[in-house]
Each structure stands twice: as structure tokens, then as C-alpha cells.
Antibody
Framework: QVHLQESGPGLVKPSETLSLTCSVS?????????WGWIRQPPGKGLEWIAN???????YYNPSLKSRATVSVDSSKNQFSLILSSVTATDTAVYYC????????????WGQGSLVTVSS | QSVLTQPPSVSGAPGQRVTISCTGS?????????VHWYQHLPGTAPKLLIY???NRPSGVPDRFSGSKSGTSASLAISGLQAEDEGDYYC????????????FGTGTKVTVL
């Protein structure tokens, strides 16, 4: 059974950096999948942020590309998201997920981690 | 950034059939890209319901079915049950945006 779990601080100050980690069990981050981040601001819909593949390929939503960085840590079977220069509009539930290659969709998701940007 | 439009809400009595539409454009669903559906129940992780427009992952009841035609897709839930109450999202690709995954606006399903 594939399980993903997000972890990170629930509160980040404006202009600072948001850092989240996704721990994966039941699947290896070195397998042929994308590992992705999606967020949902309060009362709004889902927004894809970025994907990373163990080969080192990264893909970003153009609206966030300049601020987002994703990476894989195969030694810990984890992958991470860093989002710099956050503002209140970055307040959201952040989900990590496993993405299929070829026809792109997410087949397993974490439960989500609420990150609030506030001073 | 949603370029896939869904009705905000649908409702039905237990046992009834409801459908959720997902309307895209010539650069998304109309360009032949597949549509995928997710169920998001309160307090749980989103769950893949339909992939490749019509396929159910193992473990998803056959009460859930998907279809696609032209620039739109639909998710049908037959034999509606109380545990189906939650939010449903479609997802595809849009070649005009450079975004790998575009999600629908979301639909709240209420079981009366």
C-alpha cells in the first residue's frame, strides 16, 4: 500500500521560505514516477505546483517557477518543496502525490499539510 | 488558473444517479487529452477515481464511471450513497498554458 505523508511548519512569516517534506512508503522515489506537489488555498480549487522525477527532471507551474524548488532524497525515500518569498496568498493546504508518467495524473496523495503565512 | 469548468454543486437522494460535467476547450480536452477524476472526502487524502477518461483503478466501485466527448467529460455516480458526499475534481492537460496538470473548479456532491 502506497502512503505519502507531508511534514513541515504550519506557520511561516511573510517574505520567508516555506519548506515541506513528503515521506513515502510502499513505493520508491527512485521508481519511474513523478513526485508532485499540489496546493489548495482556503475555499479555492486545486493548483499544481511542481513535479520531480528521480532522473533529476523537474517541472514547475509557470506561475510559481521562480519561487519553487523540488528535489528528491533517495536515501530517505522523501521528496521536498521549497517556496521562497511567501505571501499571504501562499496560505493553503499543501498535498504531495505520486504521479504516473505517460498519461499524467496522480494515483496516490497525502492527506495534506496546512501552511499559514502570517506574521 | 482553472481552465476546466465544473458545476459548483450537484445533489441527489440515496440510490439516485448524478453526473458531474467538466468543460474544457480545444487546447485541453478537445485536443484529445485524457481526463482524470478525483474524490476528496472531508478529512481524507484526495483519491483517484477515474483515469484515462474511462478507467477505474482497482478498488473503485463500478458505481463510478467516466466518459469524454468533444471538449467535455463527465463523471457519473450511480446508486448514490451517503459516503459519496464530498468534493470531486476533474484534471487534464492544457497545451496553451505550459502547465502539466490543470484541475477543474470542483463540484460538491450532496446526498439528500
Amino acid at each position: 500500500q502506497v502512503h505519502l505523508q507531508e511534514s513541515g511548519p504550519g506557520l511561516v512569516k511573510p517574505s520567508e521560505t516555506l519548506s515541506l517534506t513528503c515521506s513515502v512508503s510502499g513505493s520508491s522515489v527512485t521508481s519511474d514516477y513523478y513526485w508532485g506537489w499540489i496546493r489548495q488555498p482556503p475555499g479555492k480549487g486545486l493548483e499544481w505546483i511542481a513535479n520531480v522525477h528521480q532522473r533529476g527532471s523537474t517541472y514547475y507551474n509557470p506561475s510559481l517557477k521562480s519561487r519553487a524548488t523540488v528535489s528528491v532524497d533517495s536515501s530517505k525515500n522523501q521528496f521536498s518543496l521549497i517556496l521562497s518569498s511567501v505571501t499571504a496568498t501562499d496560505t493553503a493546504v499543501y498535498y504531495c502525490a505520486r504521479g504516473r508518467t505517460g498519461i499524467v495524473y496522480f494515483d496516490y496523495w497525502g492527506q495534506g499539510s496546512l501552511v499559514t503565512v502570517s506574521s | 488558473q482553472s481552465v476546466l469548468t465544473q458545476p459548483p454543486s450537484v445533489s441527489g437522494a440515496p440510490g439516485q444517479r448524478v453526473t458531474i460535467s467538466c468543460t474544457g476547450s480545444s487546447s485541453s480536452i478537445g485536443a484529445g487529452y485524457e481526463v482524470h477524476w478525483y474524490q476528496h472526502l472531508p478529512g481524507t487524502a484526495p483519491k483517484l477515481l477515474i483515469y484515462g477518461s474511462t478507467n477505474r483503478p482497482s478498488g473503485v466501485p463500478d458505481r463510478f464511471s467516466g466518459s469524454k466527448s468533444g471538449t467535455s467529460a463527465s463523471l457519473a455516480i450511480s446508486g448514490l450513497q451517503a459516503e459519496d458526499e464530498g468534493d470531486y475534481y476533474c484534471q487534464s492537460y492544457d497545451n496553451s498554458l505550459g502547465v502539466f496538470y490543470v484541475f477543474g473548479t470542483g463540484t460538491k456532491v450532496t446526498v439528500l
